[in-house]
């Protein structure tokens, strides 16, 4: 069965880069037709969809941080990425990397980053 | 963005009560709407796709139906594990939204 697991620094200083990654397990990003994206979630409130990468690399991005996304696969590691740049007090949350075209049906167990000095 | 509303934001109830959620979305999505559960400090779990689809394993007391702009998810018989908080998601328009969520608590 395929599961997801985040990965990365917990704390980011503002104006830094956010950098996250996903392992994933028991299938592979590189073959097949599988859609992968970041969600995040500040504390106490909703979910926002980040963006997604397709098993080609082709990226669709949340028009509210296209300027400062990036994701991206490493094939050989079978994961996928995200760099979130320019980061202030309003990106600290806890990121979710998920599976799925239009559900997200596998989502990994969240990772909280905060951003702070 | 198609804009996610969700009512009400939080309801009080009962194991054995029936429970409905509406969901209703800022221009037509089709069927093109996911609900989901989220229990604290954990990552959320889909429910059913494609508005009235129930997910692999997720018990029969759950049930969502809908079209176009509005959406309702219900819960036949509440139970103690079913307290949680609950999302709706569109995927018919990029970027996806989801709704702000329902908190189902104890009366």
């Known amino acids: 069965?395929?599961?997801?697991?985040?990965?990365?620094?917990?704390?980011?200083?503002?104006?830094?880069?956010l950098s996250l990654?996903?392992?994933?397990?028991?299938?592979?990003?590189?073959?097949?037709?599988y859609y992968w994206s970041w969600?995040?979630?500040?504390?106490?409130?909703g979910l926002e969809w980040i963006g997604r990468i397709y098993t080609t690399g082709s990226t669709n991005y949340n028009p509210s941080l296209r300027?400062?996304?990036?994701?991206?696969?490493?094939?050989?590691?079978?994961?996928?990425?995200?760099?979130?740049?320019?980061v202030t007090a309003a990106d600290t949350a806890v990121y979710y990397c998920a599976h799925g075209w239009g559900a997200f049906d596998i989502w990994g167990q969240g990772t909280m980053v905060t951003v702070s000095s | 963005d198609i804009q996610m509303t969700q009512s009400p934001s939080s309801l009080s109830a009962s194991v054995g009560d029936r429970v409905t959620i509406t969901c209703q979305a800022s221009q037509d999505i089709n069927n093109h709407l996911n609900w989901y559960q989220q229990k604290p400090g954990k990552a959320p779990k889909l429910l059913i796709y494609d508005a009235y689809n129930l997910e692999t394993g997720v018990p029969s007391r759950f049930s969502g139906r809908g079209s176009?702009?509005?959406?309702t998810f219900s819960i036949s018989s509440l139970q103690?594990?079913?307290?949680?908080?609950?999302?709706?998601?569109?995927?018919?328009?990029?970027?996806?939204?989801?709704?702000?969520?329902?908190?189902?608590d104890f009366k």
Do not use: M, W
């Open chain 2, 80 to 104: 103690p594990e079913d307290f949680a908080t609950y999302y709706c998601q569109q995927y018919d328009n990029l970027p996806f939204t989801f709704g702000p969520g329902t908190k189902v």
């Open chain 1, 1 to 17: 069965q395929v599961q997801l697991h985040e990965s990365g620094p917990g704390l980011v200083k503002p104006s830094q880069t």
């Open chain 1, 67 to 86: 300027s400062r996304v990036t994701i991206s696969l490493d094939t050989s590691k079978n994961q996928f990425s995200l760099k979130l740049s320019s």
């Open chain 1, 39 to 45: 969600i995040r979630q500040p504390a106490g409130e």
């Open chain 2, 68 to 71: 176009g702009t509005d959406f």
């Open chain 1, 21 to 33: 990654t996903c392992t994933v397990s028991g299938a592979s990003i590189s073959s097949g037709s």
